[in-house]
T-cell receptor
Framework: DTGVSQNPRHKITKRGQNVTFRCDPISEHNRLYWYRQTLGQGPEFLTYFQNEAQLEKSRLLSDRFSAERPKGSFSTLEIQRTEQGDSAMYLC??????????????FGEGSWLTVV | DAKTTQPNSMESNEEEPVHLPCNHSTISGTDYIHWYRQLPSQGPEYVIHGLTSNVNNRMASLAIAEDRKSSTLILHRATLRDAAVYYCILSGSGTSYGKLTFGQGTILTVHP
């Protein structure tokens, strides 16, 4: 069990560029979540997947954001035409859920984005 | 989403027990109670979670009030490494499970 892995850990990009973050969940975890955290605030839910299906998206996820989980394993979060307000830590989490809820949700170390 | 209320900050001395309170008066019957902690520039670390019964693990204990409108995270012997922001969070079950709404949390300071 290597935990939830996120890459890259840090990304500095110019405004208007596109960036992509990758998340590798814990093996065999069927649920994968993305959160965003800005300085001084708690994490905010963005979206989540059950296997390859994206089941819910927050209103925080503007049309410049897209998340995928093509084979139900790793996931990518892409931000197009980045803005300075996108500067934040992007967190990925995963859990194993079946007919009943209640399993532990594990977070990764996060990917820091700085838009200059 | 049901919300939680936590003190902004608490202080403790090393090797003493710490009781971190959380109020969740609007909790529903299927809401889980989760506790995470976070250090600066790191992702949230899982501490403990439960539904109705008290829970114990190697890190902490979770005491849930009988009416479930409050809970307490108990660190049995605080260490300097326990200094962090502690979040008490509710989530629903089923498709809502894992959709965690973090508040401001409690900043725990541990004195040597």
């Amino acid at each position: 069990d290597t935990g939830v892995s996120q890459n890259p850990r840090h990304k500095i990009t110019k405004r208007g560029q596109n960036v992509t973050f990758r998340c590798d969940p814990i093996s065999e975890h069927n649920r994968l979540y993305w959160y965003r955290q800005t300085l001084g605030q708690g994490p905010e839910f963005l979206t989540y997947f059950q296997n390859e299906a994206q089941l819910e998206k927050s209103r925080l996820l503007s049309d410049r954001f897209s998340a995928e989980r093509p084979k139900g394993s790793f996931s990518t979060l892409e931000i197009q035409r980045t803005e300075q307000g996108d500067s934040a830590m992007y967190l990925c989490a995963s859990s194993s859920e079946g007919q009943y809820s209640g399993n532990t949700i594990y977070f990764g170390e996060g990917s820091w984005l700085t838009v200059v | 989403d049901a919300k939680t209320t936590q003190p902004n900050s608490m202080e403790s001395n090393e090797e003493e027990p710490v009781h971190l309170p959380c109020n969740h008066s609007t909790i529903s019957g299927t809401d889980y109670i989760h506790w995470y902690r976070q250090l600066p520039s790191q992702g949230p670390e899982y501490v403990i979670h439960g539904l109705t019964s008290n829970v114990n693990n190697r890190m902490a204990s979770l005491a849930i009030a009988e009416d479930r409108k409050s809970s307490t995270l108990i660190l049995h012997r605080a260490t300097l490494r326990d200094a962090a922001v502690y979040y008490c969070i509710l989530s629903g079950s089923g498709t809502s499970y894992g959709k965690l709404t973090f508040g401001q949390g409690t900043i725990l300071t541990v004195h040597p």
